[in-house]
T-cell receptor, first 119, second 113 residues
Framework: GAVVSQHPSRVICKSGTSVKIECRSLDFQATTMFWYRQFPKQSLMLMATSNEGSKATYEQGVEKDKFLINHASLTLSTLTVTSAHPEDSSFYIC???????????????FGPGTRLTVL | DAKTTQPPSMDCAEGRAANLPCNHSTISGNEYVYWYRQIHSQGPQYIIHGLKNNETNEMASLIITEDRKSSTLILPHATLRDTAVYYCIVPPNSGGSNYKLTFGKGTLLTVNP
């Protein structure tokens, strides 16, 4: 259980184009999903938190108009990188939080990541 | 946030137990200790978490000291596939329902044949 998928796993695009990355929770409902970015030899950096049916909350320094997040259902969140540039090339990873019944703690499960290369 | 301190790297022989330490001396009473690992070019994988008591699952055991200022993740029989970066994370407000994970540099565990 607790499987999170991402699509595509790898994408190469030209500078100036937009790229959409999907994140799905396959066997559970996720009221909250998170998007991270990881540059080579660095750790994961949280970009934004999205709650189903509401606007995403972006971390300081992350441009919300450039990284559009849509959390349309309890199993799907999308990240669109608009007008991508070479400096946006990175490993993008999503996670979904599984709420366990009435417990107040819960666990984030991560997708396999999407490697974006902007030429 | 409760800051965590981990050694940057460790080595372990295949088949042996791997013991990964983590210091979190500023942890608050209701904050959990989470462990994740990341194998190269993959998303992080949840391993285990705990509050006060020791925890065990099919992947690992988590030993938390009585004062909760440190913990040890134990992989009882390390295999080559356990080579990864291991992250010890203490999310603020993790006793509640809305918390964030902040990834530090973690410990690169290399399991040698």
């Amino acid at each position: 259980g607790a499987v999170v998928s991402q699509h595509p796993s790898r994408v190469i695009c030209k500078s100036g184009t937009s790229v959409k990355i999907e994140c799905r929770s396959l066997d559970f409902q996720a009221t909250t999903m998170f998007w991270y970015r990881q540059f080579p030899k660095q750790s994961l950096m949280l970009m934004a938190t999205s709650n189903e049916g509401s606007k995403a909350t972006y971390e300081q320094g992350v441009e919300k108009d450039k990284f559009l997040i849509n959390h349309a259902s309890l199993t799907l969140s999308t990240l669109t990188v608009t007008s991508a540039h070479p400096e946006d090339s990175s490993f993008y990873i999503c996670s979904a939080k599984q709420v366990r019944g009435s417990f107040t703690w819960d666990t984030q499960y991560f997708g396999p990541g999407t490697r974006l290369t902007v030429l | 946030d409760a800051k965590t301190t981990q050694p940057p790297s460790m080595d372990c022989a295949e088949g042996r137990a791997a013991n990964l330490p983590c210091n979190h001396s500023t942890i608050s009473g209701n904050e959990y200790v989470y462990w994740y690992r990341q194998i190269h070019s993959q998303g992080p994988q949840y391993i285990i978490h705990g509050l006060k008591n020791n925890e065990t699952n099919e992947m690992a055991s988590l030993i938390i000291t009585e004062d909760r200022k440190s913990s040890t993740l134990i992989l009882p029989h390390a295999t080559l596939r356990d080579t990864a970066v291991y992250y010890c994370i203490v999310p603020p407000n993790s006793g509640g329902s809305n918390y964030k994970l902040t990834f530090g540099k973690g410990t690169l565990l290399t399991v040698n044949p």
